[in-house]
């Protein structure tokens, strides 16, 4: 059964104090999988796709990596405004891009 | 340039009542989803659609109709509402040649 877990469901940093999400997975072929960030009381908003392992994406302070198992969020030097939700999802619908989602995880980042 | 709309933002239903939830896209994309959101279970997919006329089952559809009579509106039915609906609901469309899927800004739905 496809599945996506995300760890951990919530993290509180630092302003400055880089870390990581991790989302690890399991689908029979992988066709994508999806990092997305959600504000309060907003929809999700696309960050980046992965198709393949040792695939790296990088926007601003945010690089998304892609192993055979798992993916990881790396936030370096966060800044208050990254403060989200940020989703991880993996395309099990080929063509039709559907998709299933982890819980999430909560990062809130204090001046 | 609206991108994806959704209304109403808020309902609240008594069980039994029925309601549609209407989205509405102007950004000419083909496919268009149906997800709900509950705490400590993340976005589900309720209905798919690939272009105008047809629909497809996602993970959790019990209970839901859904009608995509043209390429810009893609509409969520509930006949009989029930308490286990309670949730938000986002609509999404797919950008033609990419993986990326744009999101509404969501309607949250409580049944009483």
């Known amino acids: 059964e496809d599945q996506v877990t995300q760890s951990p469901e919530a993290l509180r940093l630092q302003e400055g104090e880089s870390s990581s999400l991790n989302c690890s997975y399991t689908v029979s072929g992988l066709r994508g999988l999806f990092w997305y960030r959600q504000d309060p009381g907003k929809g999700p908003e696309f960050l980046f796709t992965l198709y393949s392992a040792g695939e790296e994406k990088e926007k601003e302070r945010l690089k998304a990596t892609l192993t055979k198992k798992e993916s990881f969020l790396h936030i370096t030097a966060p800044k208050p405004e990254d403060s989200a939700t940020y989703l991880c999802?993996?395309?099990?619908?080929?063509?039709?891009?559907?998709?299933?989602f982890g819980t999430g995880t909560l990062l809130a980042v204090q001046p | 340039n609206a991108g994806v709309t959704q209304t109403p933002k808020f309902q609240v239903l008594k069980t039994g009542q029925s309601m549609t939830l209407q989205c509405a896209q102007d950004m000419n994309h083909n496919s268009m989803y149906w997800y709900r959101q509950d705490p400590g279970m993340g976005l589900r997919l309720i209905y798919y659609s690939a272009s105008e006329g047809t629909t497809d089952k996602g993970e959790v559809p019990n209970g839901y109709n859904v009608s995509r009579l043209n390429k810009r509106e893609f509409s969520l039915r509930l006949e009989s509402a029930a308490p286990s609906q309670t949730s938000v609901y986002f609509c999404a469309t797919l950008r033609q040649g990419s993986d990326e899927q744009y999101f509404g800004p969501g309607t949250r739905l409580t049944v009483t």
């Open positions: 999802a993996v395309n099990y619908g080929g063509a039709t891009n559907k998709l299933i």
